[in-house]
């Protein structure tokens, strides 16, 4: 193929691609270029206010992070001294209702032997 040929049919296909799209822009060239810029600006803010969000809510988890680290363990040694207390005052009702257990098991061990024995059959 020759070089020359080919470079200007590119030449020659980006000459027509250019003045189609200006021919067929809804808007003239200073207003494109304007609505670019307005665009970029607004992005440009975009940016911004998404790195100041980022960066409170940054702030907030390590708060978080911090607090968590100073209570979680006082919650924690709560709960355990709660528990301990609440162990230590079933005992009474724990002990009380395994003599309970002890003498039902009892009586049904007497109520048995006192019952009547079936007859053993005899095939």
């Known amino acids: 193929m020759n070089k020359k040929a080919f470079f200007?049919?590119?030449a020659a296909g980006i000459t027509a691609g250019a003045s189609a799209a200006l021919l067929?822009?809804?808007?003239?060239?200073?207003d494109t270029r304007a609505n670019l810029k307005d665009k970029q600006?607004?992005?440009?803010?975009?940016?911004m206010?998404?790195?100041g969000n980022a960066g409170q809510v940054k702030?907030?988890?390590?708060?978080?992070?911090?607090?968590?680290?100073?209570?979680?363990?006082d919650k924690v040694n709560s709960i355990k001294v709660n528990a301990a207390l609440w162990k230590e005052s079933i005992e009474p009702n724990k002990q009380a209702l395994q003599k309970e257990?002890?003498?039902?098991?009892?009586?049904?061990?007497?109520?048995q032997e006192s019952l009547p024995q079936p007859?053993?059959?005899?095939?």
């Open 101 to 111: 257990i002890t003498n039902i098991q009892k009586t049904v061990e007497d109520l």
């Open 41 to 47: 600006v607004s992005a440009k803010l975009s940016a």
């Open 49 to 51: 206010e998404i790195k």
């Open 24 to 30: 067929s822009a809804p808007t003239s060239g200073r």
């Open 119 to 123: 007859p053993a059959s005899g095939k």
């Open 8 to 10: 200007t049919g590119i």
């Open 59 to 73: 702030e907030s988890v390590k708060r978080l992070v911090e607090t968590a680290k100073q209570e979680v363990p």
